[in-house]
């Protein structure tokens, strides 16, 4: 694991149900090699050195906040479980993407930098690279894909 990066990593969760070979879900929940979507991006994160999430939630607000209970996250992430914060927003279920990061903000200070980031999103983008390059720059945000 890499050295920790102390900043929040919002990961918006629960935008609309997936239909995808049957499953009518959240698609953070839709399992990919043995473990839900939600779950590689955390774990990206977590092996990038990331420890505190932030997690927007919409539709199926009550299966995700499930999926990302104390026993689960034990169950899916072992041992890195122990060393991450997370927290769980309802932002409801018809709000858009910039009314869901709006109401993140009461979970941020002033100025921080913020990772951001879709639980139906694997890459693999080198998040620790991406992350110094915009760090301490003048830039207001980078997009990384």
Known sequence: MNKNIDIPVII????????????????????????????????????????????????????????????????YLGSLSEKISL???FTGGQNGTGSRLLQCLELITNDEEVAISYSDTISDVNLVKAYHSFSGSDYLMQLTA
Not at 35 to 46: A, E, F, M, S
Not at 64 to 75: G, H, P, Q
């Open 87 to 89: 927290d769980v927003i």
């Open 12 to 75: 918006f969760c629960g935008g609309n149900e997936a239909n995808i070979r049957g499953f009518f879900e959240p698609k953070a929940c839709i399992p990919v090699d043995g473990l839900p979507l939600l779950y590689h991006v955390i774990k990206k994160y977590i092996e990038s050195g990331f420890s505190r999430f932030i997690l927007p939630v919409g539709f199926g607000a009550e299966k995700i906040t499930k999926l990302v209970s104390k026993e689960n996250l034990a169950l």
